[in-house]
């Protein structure tokens, strides 16, 4: 079951790929500065996923807007992560939860997808810049899409 709005959001530090290599990505870091959309999927290079990074990246101006940063995270690893967003085009910054601790936290870790082990369900987070959840959704299934017009509507209401 996912964390409940109202809650300190888990802070995290995370692994991502970039062009200046492997770096770190740490939910705390957007503390005091901005809100953060964060976006657990179940795995990279597969159809619902793609089409959700691919949305948010083409979206991705009215989230910077509302002062959000928008951070994926599944438990493919970081040089899975970037081969799969360099051959999509997209442009939200992804992190690797590859030992699952992350989506465990967040309440979001399905101990099993159609037999391929643990991967995180289909789950979407507002964190606000004091640390508190204030939007928590997880999918029903991992074929549906979190509610992004909510999540919007959510986030036009933080400072």
Request: charged share 20%.
């Amino acid at each position: 079951m996912a964390i409940s709005v109202g809650s300190k959001a888990p802070d995290f530090t995370l692994k991502s790929k970039t062009a200046a290599g492997v770096v770190d990505v740490k939910l705390s870091e957007n503390f005091g500065k901005k809100n953060t959309v964060l976006l657990f999927f179940p795995l990279a290079f597969t159809g619902v996923c793609t089409q959700e990074m691919c949305d948010i990246t083409a979206g991705l101006n009215a989230y910077s807007a509302m002062n959000a940063d928008v951070i994926g995270v599944s438990v493919d690893s970081p040089f899975a992560q970037e081969a799969w967003a360099q051959k999509e085009k997209i442009g939200i910054r992804l992190a690797s939860d590859l030992n699952k601790k992350t989506a465990e936290a967040y309440g979001t870790l399905l101990t099993d997808l159609m037999g391929l082990g643990a991967v995180s369900a289909r789950a979407a987070f507002i964190i606000d810049k004091g640390g508190v959840v204030q939007y928590s959704e997880q999918t029903a299934t991992p074929k549906e899409l979190p509610n992004f017009t909510a999540i919007k509507e959510t986030l036009a209401k933080l400072k």
